[in-house]
């Protein structure tokens, strides 16, 4: 069995890469990036919203990750009617060829940071979403057009990831940022409130979780947490990260609070049950990792 990953931005790479190391047939397609030219050898330029350039791979038989980034958190407002109706069109096309495609089973990559919006409690998968953001919005939009369009699904509601390989330059996450601002002894703007709490797992944890959902006839028909069940405020991330890095972080308030959420716990039993999946890298170790791979480009 075969695996294709739309997407060759941080997720795409690192998942891919796990799928090559078990020895996977492995092709990543999308649009040339930092990380296409690590696995050149498995990667294929194709913009794939398109008829005649889906007509172009062989997707029979196959596992299909989807691990697109087809808009930003931060879009304006305006866009946003616009924008729905473009992406909901694009992924209406997809999915009615690959209806005809015989594949074995379609991922997709929701956001369980933003689906869910405002969690007192932790998430389950059979909670109603509730997102406050057009992001939030958007990922559960699809996950329903995804449910309704007949393909052979699993849908995986991602934490927070970090950690793995980064583009020079550029940062995943929160995480990534202190880290950067922490070795270039810049000051970190804080827009949004120190208590606030994310559940943050590291990117290793996330590859593995994809090898073993990836051909799995158990997670078909079925929406999964990818989450340490592990909540963190942002205050604690950046006293692990001073304490690591052995430095104190300026922190800058420019005066203002973006709207967010507040807290956002995922529940992962069904992870846990589904996959056997246990043992999660704790966010402190994580960190250190990071700052241990000093000669890497690291998230």
Do not use: W
Not at 234 to 245: G, N, P, T, V
């Amino acid at each position: 069995m075969k695996t294709i990953i739309l997407g060759c931005g941080y997720l795409g790479y690192h998942f891919g890469k796990a799928l090559i190391d078990k020895g996977e047939s492995v092709q990543v397609i999308g649009l040339p990036s930092f990380y296409s030219e690590k696995i050149k050898d498995r990667f294929l330029a194709l913009d794939l919203f398109g008829e005649e350039n889906l007509s172009k791979i062989d997707f029979g038989h196959s596992v299909i990750i989807d691990c697109l980034n087809l808009f930003a958190p931060n879009i304006k407002e305006t866009d946003e009617v616009h924008l729905e109706l473009e992406l909901t069109q694009k992924y209406e096309l997809l999915f009615e060829y690959l209806l005809y495609q015989n594949i074995h089973q379609y991922i997709y990559l929701s956001s369980g940071g933003t689906v869910y919006g405002e969690c007192e409690f932790p998430a389950k998968e059979s909670d109603t979403p509730k997102p406050t953001t057009f992001y939030g919005h958007m990922k559960y939009v699809l996950e329903e057009q995804l449910i309704a369009s007949g393909l052979p699904y699993t849908i995986l509601r991602l934490a927070n990831p970090y950690g793995g390989e980064s583009e020079p330059g550029r940062t995943q996450g929160l995480i990534g940022v202190i880290k950067a601002k922490l070795q270039s002894n810049s000051p970190l703007e804080l827009y949004g409130d120190p208590a606030s709490t994310r559940d943050y797992i590291y990117i290793d944890d996330v590859s593995e979780i994809i090898t073993r959902v990836a051909g799995n006839h158990k997670t078909l028909s079925q929406i999964i947490n990818i989450a340490t069940g592990t909540s963190t405020s942002l205050e604690k991330i950046i006293a692990i990260s001073e304490k690591i890095a052995g430095k104190k972080l300026t922190v800058h308030n420019p005066g203002y609070v973006i709207e967010e959420v507040l807290h956002n716990q995922l529940n992962n039993t069904k992870l846990k049950e589904l996959l056997d999946f246990h043992q999660f890298i704790p966010v402190e170790e994580g960190i250190k990792t990071l700052y241990n791979r000093q000669g890497e480009n690291t998230l």
